[in-house]
């Protein structure tokens, strides 16, 4: 009777495990499902609105009457359509990584080079705004590192650009930190980039490096954006086995650190080396 008994709680157990795990699977689909939707309905208004822009000024260009004004419609139509191929290359981007099909493409990086071309790029956007920018590394990185370089640019680029679109007073400092390993030589790379704008709520930290995701509240038609630029970030970040995070206090700034480890030296002038991953 004993072991009808056993044999009897272990059937039990087995019944309500498998149930579980048919409730877990059919959870995950559903999540899945309405993210699927989710990004379907942002996709179209990301899509929608410059393709309105662009239709609604060629409209106007046909009927305007004055040299002046069509000058004015063609520019808009010219920023719209630039818009338009921005949001399709992010989505496309994305497809790319999520399909497994992004390779990295390691070159020789002078990191004081890159520095001074990042300076150079939002020298103007940042002294529009009286805003003191500073781009700088570690002595140790006048030698040159193997690096995906347009894809940390790209990162680069995009938390610049958004710590520069979120400060209104300060500034935007941008450090390359030098860690070296003991134990083959390799070294870890980070890279602060620090502004003092309005900060990022805490309950909404972890959720901006998802797809579209912008911070609550924040009107989209007062910084513009699709909400994309960190994800992908983040997914370049993680291709490079490295990691992307945020420390910020609302009102105060934001600081978002790029880990790179496991960074080699570039030791000939000219090598470039492909990995799949
Ligand atoms: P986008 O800038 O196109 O909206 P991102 O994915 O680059 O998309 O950023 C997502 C959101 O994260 C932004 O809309 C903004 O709410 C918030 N964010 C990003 N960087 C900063 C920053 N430096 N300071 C404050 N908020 C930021």
Do not use: W
């Not at 822009?53 to 063609?74: H, I």
């Not at 004081?112 to 590394?137: G, N, R, Y």
């Not at 007073?169 to 070296?180: I, L, Q």
């Amino acid at each position: 009777i004993n072991s009808m008994h056993e044999q009897h709680s272990q059937l039990e157990e087995t019944v309500a495990k498998r149930t579980q795990e048919y409730l877990d699977a059919k959870e995950q689909a559903e999540q899945s499902n309405q993210a699927k939707s989710r990004f379907l309905a942002n996709m179209s208004h990301e899509l929608r609105t410059p393709l309105n822009a662009v239709l609604g000024f060629s409209q106007l260009l046909q009927d305007s009457e004055t040299d002046k004004n069509k000058r004015r419609y063609l520019e808009a139509i010219s920023i719209s359509g630039s818009s338009l191929l921005n949001v399709l290359n992010d989505i496309l981007d994305l497809s790319k990584i999520d399909a497994g099909k992004m390779q990295l493409d390691m070159e020789r990086v002078e990191i004081p080079t890159m520095c001074h071309e990042l300076s150079m790029m939002f020298l103007q956007l940042s002294a529009q705004k009286d805003l003191d920018l500073q781009i700088t590394s570690h002595p140790e990185f006048k030698t040159p590192v193997l690096l995906d370089s347009n894809k940390v640019r790209q990162v680069l680029t995009n938390l610049i650009s958004n710590a520069i679109k979120f400060t209104s007073h300060g500034s935007v400092k941008v450090h390359f930190d030098f860690e070296e390993r003991e134990n083959d030589g390799h070294i870890n790379i980070k890279i602060h980039v620090k502004d003092t704008g309005k900060g990022i709520p805490t309950d909404q930290q972890a959720l901006i490096f998802n797809d579209f995701e912008q911070v609550q509240g924040q009107r989209s038609s007062e910084f513009g954006g699709t909400g994309l630029g960190l994800a992908i970030s983040h997914r370049f970040i993680k291709l490079m086995g490295g990691e992307l995070s945020v420390i910020s206090e609302k009102d105060k700034g934001s600081e978002f650190i790029v880990l790179l480890p496991n960074i080699e030296f570039a030791e000939s002038k000219t090598e470039v080396k492909h990995r799949n991953y």
